[in-house]
């Protein structure tokens, strides 16, 4: 009996040691569970990012076969996932880029660096879609060569890009016909000082050398003081010439008023020389603007209200600057004869047709405005400006 605890006493180390084992092992298991959780959800989370990536993953063979792709790839091309599995990528590119495509396959395998361009792919609605392709040569487990493609939809890219090409275009047209203009005004001032200002001081250099070489007979003559009086009427009217060229120039108001005053004062000339009512409203008219802005505008009216004059056969003309709303407007109406404006088009440069309206249209469109005109035959004519 007394070897029992005998043989208990001399086994109990051994169980402490196994017990420390256990207790060891246990929380060995414990660490190797929880690596194993952050392990799955590090792997859901990185599959999570795969599948649903704001880019197409693509594994692809050397020959351009699919072997993998994620679910954003699938939504891009409008195909299941499973249906994409074994198909040529190729075969989804647009005929007429598949050379490109190729052509970038090859180079990726030879010369084993990235390539990249643009290409438009085929939607499964139909549709091409502009894609930036990216490969990269790299290996699968067993050391075989594929192709890792990065796929992402370029379209807004590429809408930006051609309306930047479109405005580039548009504004090397205004530019040129901007130059197409101050060329015209150019011309303009030269007949004006052609036929109205040159012949009038050779005139007036006719009356001085009689007036200076007359006789004191000749002096006392009635010829004699209508030389004089014509002389006064020449200087006069030659003073007015070059006032005016002057002021179409850059009418001297515009400095100090402002676009409402030079408007006011056009307006009241404009009035007199036609015989028109012009009805001016402005609520807010002691608001400055941008000088570029304010004779821009100025030009616009002035070519407005030259068409009614000309062309609209109109008795009242209703105008209407509204400065502090945005976009800006301002608005030329006329109660004339009107027009069909299918008949009338705001021609390029170099075309048939309404130079006058041309001229209004790429003025605002200069100054980041939009001009547009509504007419109906027997009902007057609009012409509005929204900056």
């Known amino acids: 009996m007394d070897a029992m605890p005998s043989q208990c006493a001399r086994n109990e180390p051994a169980l402490v040691h196994l017990r420390a084992q256990q207790e060891a092992l246990q929380t060995q298991n414990a660490a190797l569970r929880t690596q194993a959780t952050d392990l799955e959800t590090s792997q859901a989370r990185y599959l999570a990012y795969y599948e649903c990536a704001p880019v197409g993953h693509v594994t692809l063979s050397p020959t351009g076969q699919i072997l993998e792709a994620n679910l954003t790839t699938a939504t891009l091309l409008g195909i299941p996932r499973q249906a994409l599995l074994g198909r040529k990528l190729p075969e989804l590119v647009c005929r007429e880029d598949k050379d490109s495509f190729q052509l970038m396959r090859l180079r990726a395998l030879e010369l084993e660096t990235s390539q990249s361009c643009d290409l438009r792919m085929t939607h499964a609605a ?6 930036n392709i990216t490969l990269v040569l790299s290996q699968d487990a067993a050391g075989h060569p594929m192709l890792r493609t990065v796929l992402s939809d370029v379209g807004e890219r590429k809408r930006m890009e051609t309306m930047r090409l479109a405005l580039s275009l548009r504004v090397e047209e205004l530019s040129h016909s901007l130059v ?3 060329e015209e005004a150019r011309r303009r001032f030269s007949r004006e000082l052609h036929d109205r200002t040159s012949p009038n001081l050779a005139a007036l250099r006719i009356n001085l050398d009689l007036i200076t070489t007359a006789t004191p007979q000749e002096r006392a003559s009635r010829a004699y003081a209508d030389r004089i009086e014509d002389t006064r009427a020449l200087l006069e009217d030659t003073t007015v010439s070059v006032r005016d060229i002057c002021s179409e120039l850059h009418p001297p108001v515009l400095d100090a008023g402002g676009l409402l005053s030079v408007v ?15 009805h001016l409203h402005c609520p807010h008219g002691d608001m400055r603007l941008k000088p570029d802005l304010e004779i821009s505008l100025f030009r616009i009216l002035q070519e407005a209200l030259t068409n009614c004059a000309k062309h609209a056969s109109a008795t009242v003309v209703l105008v209407n600057l509204q400065l502090d709303v945005v976009p800006m407007l301002m608005s030329v109406h006329d109660n004339g004869i009107g027009f069909n404006q299918n008949s009338v088009e705001l021609t390029a440069p170099g075309e048939k047709g309404g130079h006058g309206l041309r001229n209004m249209k790429e003025t605002a469109e200069f100054i980041g405005g939009r001009f547009t005109l509504s007419s109906v035959p027997g009902k007057g004519t609009r012409a509005l400006v929204q900056l």
């Open 180 to 182: 197409l203009g101050q």
């Open 126 to 131: 139909g549709d091409d879609w502009w894609a």
């Open 264 to 278: 006011q004062n056009y307006v009241l000339q404009f009035s007199r020389r036609f015989g028109l009512q012009v």
